[in-house]
Every structure is written in structure tokens, then in C-alpha cells.
């Protein structure tokens, strides 16, 4: 079984910077990092492989935002730089125990989610 814990959201005004971080527990090949605003589905923004740490970045958020794992600490991180309101949401972070069918992660297991928003 694998338990993930988010923590490190909150409010930021445009154009600046926070940090999420996920404790995780138990075996997982891969993690990640979700999001999902009012009214819209959710969208998986950051991936990354526990072993090679192989990243992947949804376009929406590449450039900008970045996710780190520190395997000792069995931490995630996700840093967020650039912020703008349209990043304001509820992010989740999420882990599986396989690459599955599209070879990035076969999500199974989620956090209870962590509030961002972001002023104009």
C-alpha cells in the first residue's frame, strides 16, 4: 500500500514561486504531480520514474515548473516558478507501481490534494 501525504500549498501572487512536497510510503516505480481546477478535469502536469528519475512535463507547465524526488527522505517535490492565476487549483500527488500502457506511470495511488491559488 502506498500513502502519500501533500503539503506546501497556499496563495502567491502572479508571477511568483511555491514548492510542494508529497511524503510518500510504501514501494512505487513511479510518481507525480496532478492538478485540477474548478470546472475543468484534472490534468497531470509532472512525472518522474523513482529509479532513473526520468521526468516528463506537461507543456502547460514545462519551462516553468519542476519535480525532484529525494528517494531517501522518500520525498516529492514539486517547485513552481511563474506562477500565474490559470496554475490555481488543487494539486494531487500521485504514485504507481508500473510504467503502464504509455510507459510514464500507471497512476494508483493519490494524496489528498494541496490548494493553490494564484492572484492577478
Known amino acids: 500500500q502506498v500513502q502519500l501525504v501533500e503539503s506546501g500549498g497556499g496563495s502567491v501572487q502572479a508571477g511568483g514561486s511555491l514548492r510542494l512536497s508529497c511524503a510518500a510510503s510504501?514501494?512505487?516505480?513511479?510518481m507525480g504531480w496532478f492538478r485540477q481546477a474548478p470546472g475543468k478535469e484534472r490534468e497531470g502536469i509532472a512525472t518522474?520514474?523513482?529509479?532513473?528519475?526520468?521526468?516528463y512535463y506537461a507543456d502547460s507547465v514545462k519551462g516553468r515548473f519542476t519535480i525532484s524526488q529525494d528517494n531517501a527522505k522518500n520525498m516529492l517535490y514539486l517547485q513552481m516558478n511563474s506562477l500565474n492565476p490559470e496554475d490555481g487549483g488543487i494539486y494531487y500527488c500521485?504514485?504507481?507501481?508500473?510504467?503502464?500502457?504509455?510507459?510514464?506511470?500507471?497512476?494508483?495511488?493519490w494524496g489528498q490534494g494541496t490548494q493553490v491559488t494564484v492572484s492577478s
Open positions: 500521485a504514485a504507481g507501481r508500473d510504467p503502464g500502457s504509455d510507459g510514464l506511470c500507471a497512476y494508483s495511488y
Open positions: 518522474i520514474a523513482t529509479g532513473n528519475s526520468r521526468t
Open positions: 510504501g514501494y512505487r516505480w513511479c
